[in-house]
């Protein structure tokens, strides 16, 4: 009779212990979710991004010792997720008082190191200030209509491309990836203001 008892007892026991992996690796996901927050507005030189690394794996492997097939769907969602938590996450950040004081912050040292270098001549961007303001005013109103590529990543300030020529612009939206057609929508204040061109695909 204990033995009839100790074989029914054991199955639940085992489900058990399987059950607490599922809970681990949900708590370990809601923490490397918290984790990432916090290292969008508190400075930790990349010891918070670890630890949101460590803390993702560990639910994937937590799920994966749950259940395999589950872990795989797990992992699956993750990976196709991610990118787009990571893309929302970033364009409330950006809209955060936090991020506004860093993108002045960075505008204004590159505009300051710019003027130190006197690297304008490998730029085609021209300045704004004194009486050739009205001649860049025409020069810029060309470019209106016109597309380009992002060189660099706009947050919201940054450089395009335009045929040979390499300009100060401003996303529309406030964020444009590198790499990204965009178009020129109008000057605003001495700068190209550009718009992201979202590919449509073609009928088959």
Request: hydrophobic share 50%; aromatic share 6%; glycine share 10%.
């Amino acid at each position: 009779m204990m033995l009839n008892l100790l074989a029914q007892t054991a199955p639940a026991a085992t489900a058990g212990r399987e059950e607490i992996y599922l809970f681990v690796a949900i708590g370990l996901l809601v923490l490397a979710i918290v984790l990432l927050v916090l290292e969008l507005f508190v400075p930790s030189a990349g010891a918070l991004a670890v630890m949101t690394g460590v803390s993702a794996v560990g639910s994937i492997a937590s799920m994966f010792v749950y259940d395999v097939t589950w872990g795989g769907v797990y992992l699956a969602i993750l990976c196709g997720g991610s990118p787009i938590v990571l893309l929302l996450v970033f364009k409330i950040w950006s809209k955060t008082p936090i991020a506004n004081r860093m993108i002045l912050k960075e505008d204004a040292d590159g505009k300051k190191q710019g003027a130190d270098q006197d690297d304008e001549s490998a730029n085609t961007s021209v300045g704004t200030t004194g009486s050739a303001a009205k001649s860049t005013a025409r020069q810029l109103a060309a470019f209106v209509g016109r597309e380009g590529v992002a060189v660099t990543t706009l947050r919201p300030v940054g450089f395009v491309r335009i045929d040979s020529a390499r300009l100060d612009a401003l996303a529309e939206n406030g964020f444009i990836p590198e790499g990204t057609k965009v178009k020129v929508i109008e000057v605003l204040e001495g700068q190209l203001k550009v718009r992201e061109q979202i590919a449509v695909p073609s009928d088959a």
